[in-house]
């Protein structure tokens, strides 16, 4: 069975420039997350998805930051434009509804604000 | 607030065990949950206590949960060098927030 897959695994950009991560869930799972990781601490919460809709997106600075989940499937982030603290890991996960805590990671996409 | 403390770092000769420990504010969550970290992988789900039980043994580790205290901790027996990760304490809080702490980075000394 595929994992939860995202891409790039790397992006490299210049600040004020737009970005975009990609990612997909393990088939069935309905609940899909977006975590940001900065250096030498714990993933934070970006927005969570139950199916299509956002449930909570609290965290997630609006200004500038955007997410969709069409179909609810596959998932997009978006940042634009980027600025230097936004250089962290960008994780993307998924649970079966009612998974509570029990969150399937993907690889990550690191990315650098230059 | 909803807060997890974790130490940062950890280092143990192989063989010994690793205890690795937690602290947590309120929550009601049903359960709680260790993760772990290899470099440049994602974080992988190792095990998780019900929190009506206060420990639960699975092979080589075993949790332990005080909630008088709110503490939570991992042991690792028999520590090996493939054991070399960070480890995350994640406690869901209101709404299945899931959050983590700040991860304990644990070195094998051979």
């Known amino acids: 069975e595929a994992g939860v897959v995202q891409s790039p695994r790397y992006k490299i950009i210049e600040k004020k420039q737009p970005v975009a991560f990609w990612c997909n869930p393990i088939s069935g799972h309905n609940t899909l997350y977006w975590y940001r990781q900065n250096l030498g601490q714990g993933p934070e919460l970006l927005i969570r998805y139950e199916n299509e809709e956002a449930v909570d997106d609290s965290q997630l600075p609006k200004d500038r930051f955007s997410a969709e989940r069409l179909k609810g499937v596959d998932s997009t982030l978006k940042i634009q434009p980027a600025e230097l603290g936004d250089s962290a890991v960008y994780l993307c996960?998924?649970?079966?509804?009612?998974?509570?805590?029990?969150?399937?990671f993907g690889s990550g996409t690191q990315l650098s604000v230059l | 607030g909803e807060d997890v403390e974790q130490s940062l770092f950890l280092s143990v000769r192989e063989g010994d065990s690793s205890v690795i420990n937690c602290t947590y504010t309120d929550s009601s969550s049903t359960y709680l949950y260790w993760y772990k970290q290899e470099p440049g992988a994602g974080l992988q789900l190792l095990t998780y206590?019900?929190?009506?039980?206060d420990m639960k043994q699975d092979q080589r580790l075993t949790v332990l949960l005080n909630k008088k205290d709110k503490h939570l901790s991992l042991r690792i027996a028999d520590t090996q060098t493939g054991d070399s990760a960070i480890y995350f304490c994640?406690?869901?809080?209101?709404?299945?927030?899931?959050?983590f702490g700040t991860g304990t980075r644990l070195t094998i000394i051979p």
């Open positions: 994640a406690v869901p809080f209101g709404n299945e927030k899931l959050t």
């Open positions: 996960a998924s649970s079966p509804t009612g998974g509570q805590g029990s969150l399937f």
């Open positions: 206590i019900f929190s009506n039980m």
